[in-house]
């Protein structure tokens, strides 16, 4: 699995509460379309669904940008916005475990990854196991463009929810700055956010 962020949810989210995270992220996407990041339905086609039942969404597979092999990349220490550079790769620090990493969100030709989907009530399947009476969710994006929206959506659904989400990534806070920005210009000052621990992911080679 390449680069991905995590979230836990109750099985019920609060009604009004996810109501005024989905008008937040609709924002959100209409300004990051502004930057460049190409935004579609969660098959990387068609339009995204932002309603008072579910937030679903993808990268778009046609996106329109050149193709070049770069495996599963991971954001550099001091990756920041979105294919701001002809070459994203950083030469000077050794590949990761997969790929190289990024100094900026880019992708290889196709912008969709997996699915963002929270719906806000969870659809049980018999599968489905709980952990700490939440059920977990994630999105690998593996560092392409729609990883702003993803990280920013994130966001707004914690601010929102409270106790109701947890969130998690691969990444840590800085993965979240650009979105952190994105947010304050568009809805001020947020509580204070942080990440959920998780265990050391290995990233480069051995």
Same mark, same amino acid.
């Given at each position: 699995?390449?680069?991905?962020?995590?979230?836990?949810?109750?099985?019920?989210?609060?009604?009004?509460?996810?109501?005024?995270?989905?008008?937040?992220?609709?924002?959100?996407? !209409?300004?990051?379309?502004?930057?460049?990041?190409?935004?579609?339905?969660?098959?990387?086609?068609?339009?995204?669904?932002?309603?008072?039942? +579910?937030?679903?969404?993808?990268?778009? #597979?046609?996106?329109?940008?050149?193709?070049?092999?770069?495996?599963?990349?991971?954001?550099?220490?001091?990756?920041?916005?979105?294919?701001?550079?002809? !070459?994203?790769?950083?030469?000077?620090?050794?590949?990761?475990?997969?790929?190289?990493?990024?100094? +900026?969100?880019?992708?290889?030709?196709?912008?969709?990854?997996?699915?963002?989907?929270?719906?806000?009530?969870?659809?049980? #399947? !018999?599968?489905?196991? +709980?952990?700490?009476?939440?059920?977990?969710?994630?999105?690998?994006?593996?560092?392409?463009?729609?990883?702003?929206?993803?990280?920013?959506?994130?966001?707004?659904?914690?601010?929102?929810?409270?106790?109701?989400?947890?969130?998690?990534?691969?990444? !840590?806070?800085? #993965?979240?700055?650009?979105?952190?920005?994105?947010?304050?210009?568009?809805?001020?000052?947020?509580?204070?956010?942080?990440?959920?621990?998780?265990?050391?992911?290995? +990233?480069?080679?051995?």
């Amino acid at each position: 699995m390449g680069y991905t962020h995590y979230w836990r949810r109750v099985e019920h989210l609060n009604k009004q509460a996810f109501a005024a995270a989905v008008d937040e992220i609709r924002q959100i996407a !209409d300004h990051v379309k502004t930057l460049g990041v190409k935004v579609c339905g969660p098959t990387g086609s068609g339009k995204p669904e932002f309603s008072e039942f +579910t937030i679903a969404f993808n990268g778009c #597979a046609k996106c329109g940008h050149r193709y070049r092999n770069i495996g599963k990349p991971w954001p550099a220490e001091d990756a920041e916005g979105v294919m701001g550079v002809d !070459d994203p790769v950083d030469h000077e620090q050794p590949p990761a475990f997969a790929g190289p990493f990024l100094k +900026t969100r880019a992708c290889g030709g196709s912008c969709a990854q997996e699915e963002f989907v929270v719906d806000r009530d969870w659809l049980h #399947a !018999d599968w489905h196991q +709980t952990e700490s009476g939440m059920y977990p969710q994630q999105c690998e994006t593996r560092y392409k463009p729609f990883d702003l929206l993803v990280t920013a959506s994130l966001l707004r659904l914690k601010e929102n929810l409270g106790e109701e989400i947890v969130v998690s990534s691969d990444g !840590d806070e800085k #993965a979240f700055q650009d979105a952190k920005r994105i947010c304050r210009q568009l809805f001020g000052w947020p509580s204070h956010f942080e990440l959920e621990p998780r265990s050391p992911v290995l +990233t480069t080679a051995e």
